[in-house]
């Protein structure tokens, strides 16, 4: 079983940034797929980004491409989202996702495990 918990959400200015971090616990981290999804109300799940466990592959969404990106430390078990020059279509409730393998990664059955989210509001 992996547990996955977000922080780092909250309000900011559009052109601001923020960095959201997700703490992982349970199965061997660094074996990992990880990845960010974000999810607005009334809207689908979107792809934001992912990480492959030796951080050597990344793949973004392409609403999100040049601003956002995706880092690890799998030393402290951690994934982090940079997110830079955010726009108020950025606001919605980011999730972190882990899974096995390095597949269709923007695809969420790709992933086995999710944390609760962390909500990120962008003010025009």
């Known amino acids: 079983q992996v547990q996955l918990v977000e922080s780092g959400g909250g309000l900011v200015q559009a052109g601001g940034s923020l960095r959201l971090s997700c703490a992982a616990s349970?199965?061997?981290?660094?074996?990992?797929?990880l990845g960010w999804f974000r999810q607005a109300p009334g809207m689908e799940r979107e792809f934001v980004a992912a990480?492959?466990?030796?951080?050597?592959?990344?793949n973004y969404g392409d609403s999100v491409k040049g601003r956002l990106t995706i880092s690890r430390d799998n030393a402290k078990k951690e994934v982090y989202l940079q997110m830079n020059s955010l726009k108020p279509e950025d606001t919605a409730t980011y999730y972190c996702?882990?899974?096995?393998?390095?597949?269709?990664?923007?695809?969420?059955?790709?992933?086995?495990?999710w944390g609760q989210g962390t909500q990120v509001t962008v003010s025009s």
């Open positions: 990480i492959s466990w030796t951080g050597g592959n990344t």
């Open positions: 349970g199965r061997p981290f660094f074996s990992s797929v």
């Open positions: 996702a882990g899974g096995s393998r390095w597949r269709e990664t923007s695809r969420t059955q790709e992933y086995d495990y």
